[in-house]
């Protein structure tokens, strides 16, 4: 660490976190809040210097919320780096990281589930059915733990930032949410902790996903409007890239999720595929991409 370096709190405990919080509003630092589940990349990182632009203090938390993993998914194989990630946090100038284990989320006799009528079972959530449920119950625990002012999400998870906004409205939390741009590798591939999952010959593939959805975009911007069309023209593009097995790839509304068959400037082109032990997700705006 050098001089410049402040040093990063660190606690398991939400009582620690709490007094730590209070204090610094006491001070009249407003806090800026992202949660993560780790393996952090420069993706996670943009979050906290969205937070430190917008905020006194920036507050990360990690941790690998068992809720949001269907049973047959990658928990217990998920990327755990907590050494890199904190030294990661401590440079981009983060102030505490929150850390809790298990015990202190889900402590005996846990019940409660958030729940939402329609947006939840579809995109991802037609392939995992419980996932934004976990999420959500993740995510409000959390912000009743920190209480922030901001909380920075990321576009690359385009649903799940979509799903946050309406629960906070729906259920008058005070906080601000904010959607940050995807941060991406030169070739366009999505910064993802599951990138690590990848073989070098399908990380060669991988950039295949925001190929697909730039052809969905040109075929839009050459003046095609039937969703279906442009659909078929990125699914066609993923399939240059066998390495993939898509998932979902569709067109909706940015904001209600409602499916179109006439696509507009603006419209979410959103998809998944899996590609060998990954599943990637990706999205784009048609015309602004
Ligand atoms: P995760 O650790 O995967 O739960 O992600 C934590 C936060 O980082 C979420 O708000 C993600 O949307 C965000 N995030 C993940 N990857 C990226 C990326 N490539 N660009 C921007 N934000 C990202």
């Given at each position: 660490m050098t001089t410049l370096e402040r040093r990063l709190g660190i606690t398991s405990t939400v009582s620690e976190l709490r007094t730590w919080i209070a204090a610094e509003r006491n001070r009249g630092r407003t806090i800026g809040f992202v949660p993560t589940m780790g393996a952090l990349h420069d993706g996670h990182l943009s979050l906290i210097h969205a937070a430190l632009a917008s905020c006194d203090v920036a507050v990360a938390s990690i941790f690998v919320n068992p809720?949001?993993?269907?049973?047959?998914?990658?928990l217990s194989r998920y990327p755990r780096t907590p050494d890199t990630d904190i030294r990661l946090l401590t440079s981009a100038g983060c102030h505490y990281l929150f850390m809790p284990d298990v015990s202190e989320m889900y402590p005996e006799g846990f019940r409660t589930r958030i729940e939402m009528s329609?947006?939840?079972?579809?995109?991802?959530g037609r392939t995992r059915p419980t996932h934004f449920q976990g999420v959500l119950t993740i995510v409000l625990k959390l912000l009743n733990q920190v209480r922030p002012d901001a909380a920075f999400f990321g576009r690359k998870d385009y649903q799940q930032a979509l799903v946050i906004r309406r629960m906070v409205k729906d259920l008058d939390v005070p906080v601000r949410i904010e959607t940050c741009p995807i941060i991406r590798e030169a070739d366009g591939l999505a910064l993802s902790?599951?990138?690590?999952?990848?073989t070098p010959e399908e990380r060669a593939d991988a950039p295949g996903l925001r190929r697909a959805i730039l052809a969905a975009d040109r075929a839009f911007r050459d003046g095609t409007r039937d969703v279906a069309r442009l659909v078929a023209a990125g699914l066609q593009a993923l399939a240059a890239h066998p390495r993939f097995r898509p998932d979902y790839f569709e067109i909706r509304d940015?904001?209600?999720l409602a499916e179109r068959t006439e696509a507009r400037a603006g419209d979410l082109v959103a998809a998944a595929a899996f590609i060998g032990r990954a599943r990637l997700i990706d999205n784009g705006l048609l015309g602004q991409e």
């Open positions: 809720m949001q993993f269907g049973p047959s998914e990658d329609d947006l939840l079972l579809v995109l991802c902790s599951r990138n690590r999952y990848l940015p904001e209600t």
